[in-house]
């Protein structure tokens, strides 16, 4: 169908990080590709979930898109909760590289994706793939000490990290889990003694990334 040659064509172009910034600029663009994701037509959802995705690549509109594009983050919350398997996945995706960003961790903590996010993460359904992305997007927002409590009162999320990080047969999740218990402990520890923010150095392990478009020397 013609909706789905013009999707195809906007994936494309979503691949192409100096074409990401221009396709922002077109705000009709964005807001289609949010109501196409509320919608029951498994094809659109998922290639507008994927367009998303390689949206997020470029933390350098990741802001935008999370806070200054009307409806996005409520239609890619909604795909990622009742979307088929694979356009579930891009949503994760997006998700992962949003919260890698400081500025739209708590937006999207506010929207409620954390219980989306530990679903991902705990349910038998998840693919290896999913359960990585999850885990690791939990572990982003740890990073943040304004996040404490909107994920210790996120039901089984905080469960299902200590059960990860117990769990020898996921090599990949695993240390991720680990890392982001230790974060939210030393958050905890720092909140009873000195009530204080600062940032908690001894974190093994930088914010999990997919397939970002960033310079090497950011994570060094």
């Given amino acids: 169908?013609?909706?789905?040659?013009?999707?195809?064509?906007?994936?494309?172009?979503?691949?192409?990080?100096?074409?990401t910034t221009k396709l922002l600029e077109h705000k009709s663009v964005v807001s289609?590709?949010?109501?196409?994701?509320?919608?029951?037509?498994?094809?659109?959802?998922?290639?507008?979930?994927?367009?998303?995705?390689?949206?997020s690549r470029n933390p350098d509109i990741c802001v935008q898109l999370v806070l200054r594009s009307t409806g996005l983050k409520e239609a890619l919350k909604?795909?990622?909760d009742t979307g088929q398997a694979k356009a579930k996945l891009y949503c994760q995706y997006a998700l992962q590289n949003f919260s890698c960003v400081s500025a739209c961790r708590q937006e999207l903590l506010l929207l409620g994706v954390a219980e989306t996010i530990t679903r991902n993460?705990?349910?038998k359904g998840s693919s290896a793939e999913m359960k990585k992305s999850a885990i690791s997007t939990l572990h982003n927002f740890c990073e943040d000490p304004a996040s404490l409590i909107m994920l210790t009162?996120?039901?089984?999320?905080?469960?299902t990290l200590i059960a990860v990080s117990n769990d020898v047969k996921s090599p990949d999740c695993q240390p991720v889990a680990k890392a982001a218990l230790t974060c939210l402990s030393g958050w905890f520890c720092k909140s009873a003694s000195t009530y204080g923010t600062e940032k908690n150095e001894g974190t093994p392990i930088r914010v999990g990334r997919w397939n970002q478009w960033i310079d090497a020397?950011?994570?060094?």
Avoid at 32 to 55: M, P, R, S
Avoid at 153 to 159: E, G, S, V
Avoid at 217 to 220: A, I, Q
């Fill in 217 to 220: 020397k950011l994570d060094e």
């Fill in 153 to 159: 009162n996120t039901p089984r999320c905080i469960a």
């Fill in 32 to 55: 289609t590709v949010a109501k196409i994701l509320c919608t029951q037509k498994e094809e659109f959802v998922t290639l507008c979930a994927a367009i998303v995705a390689n949206l």
């Fill in 121 to 123: 993460a705990y349910n």
């Fill in 1 to 19: 169908s013609i909706g789905l040659t013009a999707l195809g064509v906007l994936l494309k172009i979503s691949r192409v990080k100096e074409l």
């Fill in 78 to 80: 909604k795909a990622a």
